[in-house]
């Protein structure tokens, strides 16, 4: 069987992942199709901006199974945003991965990934890195590749070397990006637009433009509830960071260099979440890094939490067609979580914790314990 894995955060749902869908599909031609997806919080440290729920349910629409890609690798930089979502792949028998890509061109990714292999454990890299510079920065100053200053070619590289580190029966491949770039906050002339101008347009209550770029029924019930963002986190982030001591805060995970004491300067004269963010980004701090550090913060995630961590034996799953369903009938696999109750709350503690929070912010009912596994005909 051929099985069609896509990592995915879907932050909304829009056509240009439908377009990503079927292009896949055809690329492969798979038996299943899986969305491995990011739940309560994504890679660029923001609050989704509607639950993971309703982002299942419009993705069934056009996979067979949406599994939940692990908390603390759906909050992480992109080689461990990549590693979590590979191993997840790996652990449904997945045989491609297919992701988007600027480039659109697989031969030259993996150049980039066989480059940056040897770069990463090099002196001249670390010295970039102490510099200030970020990570793709500086492998882009290393190799004089493109690829590195273009945010889904970033990840398509961890990809790669996430397939090869844990030695995958994967072949990855890529189709490339249409429509406006990634980070445009203004809707696109094309006929795709980035999710970021998405949440920018339904933040401004533009939702018939929208809706020419999503599916109808989920602007709809998107705008039914409230729609999340960073700013809803302001005054608990203000509250946490004013109680703790610098000790404490200096045990959070991504807290280097003293950066704690220059949160606690910056936020007191702070009136919101982005007046806080762009008084203490720098070269070296960058907004998305900052913005993990504040989902770090809010949920404790700690420098020893995570060197203890390691990737889960488990999958849990948010959604299933039927043929997803026959699916996993088929691997019998004891480590499939469907139904989250108390016997099996622990194996998936961090993403139980950060719905309930996301909840606290949302003013969401649906939970973990209270919806079961969404099933579609």
Do not use: C
Request: aromatic share 8%; charged share 20%; net charge negative.
């Amino acid at each position: 069987m051929k099985i069609l894995s896509l990592i995915t955060e879907y932050n909304p749902f829009h056509n240009g992942h439908i377009y990503h869908i079927e292009q896949a599909k055809a690329l492969t031609s798979p038996d299943v199709t899986i969305a491995i997806m990011s739940g309560s919080f994504t890679q660029r440290g923001e609050i989704a901006i509607t639950d993971k729920f309703k982002r299942t349910r419009a993705a069934l629409e056009h996979v067979d199974l949406v599994a939940e890609l692990p908390f603390l690798n759906a909050v992480s930089a992109a080689d461990d945003f990549a590693r979590g979502g590979v191993h997840i792949a790996n652990l449904l028998h997945s045989t491609d991965l297919v992701f988007g890509s600027e480039s659109g061109n697989i031969d030259t990714l993996f150049q980039a990934a066989e480059a940056s292999q040897s770069l990463k454990v090099s002196d001249e890299f670390n010295s970039l890195l102490k510099k200030g510079y970020s990570y793709p920065r500086a492998m882009s100053e290393l190799t004089k590749n493109t690829h590195y200053s273009s945010p889904n070619d970033t990840l398509g590289v961890s990809y790669i070397n996430a397939i090869r580190d844990i030695d995958a029966p994967i072949r990855p491949g890529t189709i490339q990006r249409m429509g406006n770039n990634y980070s445009d906050s203004s809707l696109s002339s094309a006929a795709f637009s980035s999710a970021t101008s998405l949440r920018t347009a339904l933040f401004n209550g533009d939702t018939e433009e929208a809706k020419k770029f999503m599916p109808e029924g989920l602007v709809t019930a998107m705008m039914n509830d409230h729609l999340a963002s960073n700013e809803d986190l302001f005054k608990t982030l203000k509250t946490i960071i004013l109680s703790r001591s610098p000790g404490e805060l200096k045990s959070i995970y991504m807290m280097t260099e003293g950066l704690e004491h220059r949160l606690q300067d910056k936020i007191r004269a702070a009136a919101s979440y982005s007046e806080f963010l762009s008084s203490v980004k720098t070269k070296r701090y960058t907004w998305t890094r900052l913005s993990r550090l504040m989902i770090s913060i809010l949920l404790n995630i700690t420098e020893d939490l995570m060197a203890e961590y390691t990737l889960p034996d488990h999958v849990r799953i948010l959604g299933m067609t039927q043929n997803g369903r026959q699916y996993l009938k088929q691997l019998g696999n004891e480590n499939i979580i469907t139904n989250v109750n108390k016997k099996n709350r622990d194996l998936v503690s961090h993403e139980v914790t950060a719905t309930e929070v996301y909840n606290t912010f949302t003013g969401g009912k649906s939970n973990d314990f209270n919806t079961p596994v969404i099933i579609v005909p």
